[in-house]
């Protein structure tokens, strides 16, 4: 297994580890490994121990919150080299691909375009044909690996219909900070109430203690996932790599569908909320996303810094949506157009103010798009970062329940507006969860867009919102962790970590 040692050495052949698309970084560690198999995983995890050193996991680094960032004179182990694609299982009648925590999800994308032309066999995958299936988490970065999607529940666009990760795993295989393992899968039926019990491969019996909360029944991805009906597999999706490794992965794969999709241009928000909810209220419906009048001049203003070509928006546009509708044969789009048209109208928009993206390759462009506006805003972000040493975005990624999304958003320009800072809100209106990026220039900007992150985090909790929804706590939003939660449940969420890793060996300074 390749391994680098010493803080110097790691500084100079492998910097990028020092920092994931947060650009937070938290000092240069002392070793990082890179395993090929799991019991190069237990060897790296051995080692450190033996240095009493702590681990911090390390994915794609295409994180928001610091997570993947390892500590300063601890150590690192990135997945990157347990990367093969293993074999195609069936569960219920039900494909299952089953990977290493390193593949990432454009590999997945790309194996199932084709699997038969994957440089190597993969047991099983005969039986998919060409294009016949896709696994639906998008969270938009595809270099983003299986495992640190799985660490942070991720979503996307698609969520919207087809949930986050969490829906899609049939099993996860584990390995504890002493090496020991476990498999934990989805029972088909889901009927008998977890007791709390995690059964290592070598027998022993962990008892994970209570947690005093129920997960909020909004778009989450704050703290250790409880509920009544959760299984043991439901706790460490989401668990931000505290608790165990992702060693191997079974997800459930779903035939493919045809998309056909558009962006649609309104003159205001109002216009764009209400063809969101009529968009809620139709079936086939993938992904509703939005973007304000500050990304529409995101975009219009960074053009020629972006990857793929857009052409100009109709005028006075000031709000858009993205959607997304699966035509299964049943459901055409051109059985619903009048419909649609009729609604477009309604909030000031219409077809003629539409991209569309009926073909594959328009459909492509829009994909495209929607990457490129928090993929730009990061690049400003690097760029400002360069003048001013501590910059970095601010950006929320809450969810709000559905009867309090319009008043909250509307408090919440209130506030951002007051403070005269740049900004840009967009994302995922289906689930009425908005990032709101704030975008400092300087040290004073940075100072007041926190101040005003802690209120809008406020105005989240306070109208039963969440605090993540999609990208997880990692290191930057711990103290709102605790706010949401209050002591008594982080309390219970450092004894469930106690319970797994009585060390406090993995994922130092994640979550609380
Ligand atoms: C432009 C852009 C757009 C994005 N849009 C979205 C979006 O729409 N929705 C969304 O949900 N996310 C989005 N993200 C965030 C990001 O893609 C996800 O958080 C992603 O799931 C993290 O995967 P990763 O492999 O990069 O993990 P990393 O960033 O490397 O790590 C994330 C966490 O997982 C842990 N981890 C990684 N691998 C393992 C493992 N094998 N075992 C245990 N723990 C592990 C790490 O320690 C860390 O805590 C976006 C990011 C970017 C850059």
Same mark, same amino acid.
């Given at each position: 297994?390749?391994?680098?040692?010493?803080?110097?050495?790691?500084?100079?052949?492998?910097?990028?580890?020092?920092?994931?698309?947060?650009?937070?970084?938290?000092?240069?560690?002392?070793?990082?490994?890179?395993?090929? @198999?799991?019991?190069?995983?237990?060897?790296?995890?051995?080692?450190?121990?033996?240095?009493?050193?702590?681990?911090?996991?390390?994915?794609?680094?295409?994180?928001?919150?610091?997570?993947?960032?390892?500590?300063?004179?601890?150590?690192?182990? @990135?997945?990157?080299?347990?990367?093969?694609?293993?074999?195609?299982?069936?569960?219920?009648?039900?494909?299952?691909?089953?990977?290493?925590?390193?593949?990432?999800?454009?590999?997945?994308?790309?194996?199932?375009?084709?699997?038969?032309?994957?440089?190597?066999?993969?047991?099983?995958?005969?039986?998919?044909?060409?294009?016949?299936?896709?696994?639906?988490?998008?969270?938009?970065?595809?270099?983003?690996?299986?495992?640190?999607?799985?660490?942070?529940?991720?979503?996307?666009?698609?969520?919207?219909?087809?949930?986050?990760?969490?829906?899609?795993?049939?099993?996860?295989?584990?390995?504890?900070?002493?090496?020991?393992?476990?498999?934990?899968?989805?029972?088909?039926?889901?009927?008998?109430?977890?007791?709390?019990?995690?059964?290592?491969?070598?027998?022993?019996?962990?008892?994970?203690?209570?947690?005093?909360?129920?997960?909020?029944?909004?778009?989450?991805?704050?703290?250790?996932?409880?509920?009544?009906?959760?299984?043991?597999?439901?706790?460490?999706?989401?668990?931000?790599?505290?608790?165990?490794?992702?060693?191997?992965?079974?997800?459930?794969?779903?035939?493919?569908?045809?998309?056909?999709?558009?962006?649609?241009?309104?003159?205001?928000?109002?216009?764009?909320?209400?063809?969101?909810?009529?968009?809620?209220?139709?079936?086939?419906?993938?992904?509703?996303?939005?973007?304000?009048?500050?990304?529409?001049?995101?975009?219009?203003?960074?053009?020629?810094?972006?990857?793929?070509?857009?052409?100009?928006?109709?005028?006075?546009?000031?709000?858009?949506?993205?959607?997304?509708?699966?035509?299964?044969?049943?459901?055409?789009?051109?059985?619903?157009?009048?419909?649609?048209?009729?609604?477009?109208?309604?909030?000031?928009?219409?077809?003629?103010?539409?991209?569309?993206?009926?073909?594959?390759?328009?459909?492509?462009?829009?994909?495209?798009?929607?990457?490129?506006?928090?993929? @730009?805003?990061?690049?400003?972000?690097?760029?400002?970062?360069?003048?001013?040493?501590?910059?970095?975005?601010?950006?929320?990624?809450?969810?709000?329940?559905?009867?309090?999304?319009?008043?909250?958003?509307?408090?919440?320009?209130?506030?951002?507006?007051?403070?005269?800072?740049?900004?840009?809100?967009?994302?995922?209106?289906?689930?009425?969860?908005?990032?709101?990026?704030?975008?400092?220039?300087?040290?004073?900007?940075?100072?007041?867009?926190?101040?005003?992150?802690?209120?809008?985090?406020?105005?989240?909790?306070?109208?039963?919102?969440?605090?993540?929804?999609?990208?997880?706590?990692?290191?930057?939003?711990?103290?709102?962790?605790?706010?949401?939660?209050?002591?008594?449940?982080?309390?219970?969420?450092?004894?469930?970590?106690?319970?797994?890793?009585?060390?406090?060996?993995?994922?130092?300074?994640?979550?609380?």
């Amino acid at each position: 297994m390749k391994h680098i040692e010493g803080a110097e050495k790691i500084r100079q052949e492998f910097p990028d580890i020092l920092h994931d698309e947060s650009s937070f970084e938290s000092g240069v560690p002392e070793s990082v490994y890179f395993p090929e @198999t799991a019991d190069d995983l237990r060897t790296a995890l051995s080692a450190a121990s033996a240095k009493g050193m702590k681990v911090t996991f390390v994915g794609g680094r295409t994180g928001t919150t610091g997570g993947a960032v390892p500590e300063e004179g601890n150590c690192a182990i @990135t997945f990157s080299a347990m990367n093969r694609i293993r074999k195609v299982e069936h569960l219920d009648g039900r494909p299952v691909l089953v990977c290493d925590p390193g593949v990432t999800l454009e590999e997945v994308g790309r194996f199932l375009q084709s699997p038969a032309a994957w440089p190597y066999k993969v047991c099983g995958s005969e039986s998919l044909g060409n294009e016949g299936f896709f696994y639906p988490p998008d969270p938009t970065e595809a270099t983003a690996q299986l495992g640190g999607t799985v660490a942070t529940n991720a979503s996307g666009a698609r969520s919207y219909l087809f949930g986050p990760s969490r829906r899609h795993i049939a099993f996860l295989e584990l390995m504890f900070a002493n090496g020991d393992t476990a498999v934990v899968r989805r029972s088909a039926d889901n009927n008998t109430p977890w007791n709390r019990k995690v059964i290592t491969e070598s027998g022993s019996q962990i008892l994970v203690p209570p947690l005093p909360y129920t997960s909020p029944g909004i778009k989450n991805a704050s703290g250790y996932y409880n509920s009544p009906d959760m299984e043991a597999v439901d706790l460490f999706i989401g668990s931000e790599g505290t608790l165990a490794a992702i060693t191997g992965i079974g997800i459930f794969l779903h035939p493919k569908v045809r998309i056909v999709s558009g962006l649609s241009f309104f003159g205001c928000d109002k216009g764009a909320f209400d063809f969101a909810d009529f968009l809620r209220n139709e079936n086939s419906v993938a992904a509703i996303e939005f973007f304000d009048g500050g990304s529409l001049s995101f975009i219009d203003r960074y053009r020629n810094r972006m990857s793929g070509s857009f052409p100009e928006f109709p005028v006075d546009s000031k709000a858009a949506i993205l959607w997304e509708y699966i035509e299964n044969g049943l459901g055409n789009f051109e059985n619903e157009m009048e419909k649609w048209e009729e609604a477009l109208l309604d909030c000031g928009s219409s077809f003629d103010s539409t991209w569309s993206g009926f073909e594959d390759s328009e459909n492509k462009r829009l994909h495209n798009f929607r990457h490129a506006l928090p993929e @730009t805003i990061n690049g400003i972000i690097a760029q400002n970062k360069r003048s001013c040493a501590g910059i970095r975005k601010i950006g929320t990624d809450s969810a709000f329940p559905a009867g309090r999304f319009r008043n909250c958003y509307k408090e919440m320009m209130r506030l951002i507006n007051k403070s005269n800072l740049t900004f840009a809100a967009f994302g995922h209106l289906g689930d009425y969860h908005i990032h709101i990026n704030l975008i400092p220039y300087s040290a004073d900007e940075l100072s007041k867009a926190l101040g005003l992150y802690d209120e809008l985090m406020s105005l989240a909790i306070s109208n039963g919102g969440t605090v993540s929804a999609e990208h997880g706590i990692g290191k930057i939003k711990k103290k709102y962790l605790a706010a949401m939660y209050g002591e008594e449940g982080i309390a219970a969420m450092r004894a469930v970590k106690s319970s797994l890793d009585p060390q406090g060996m993995l994922n130092p300074g994640n979550l609380f």
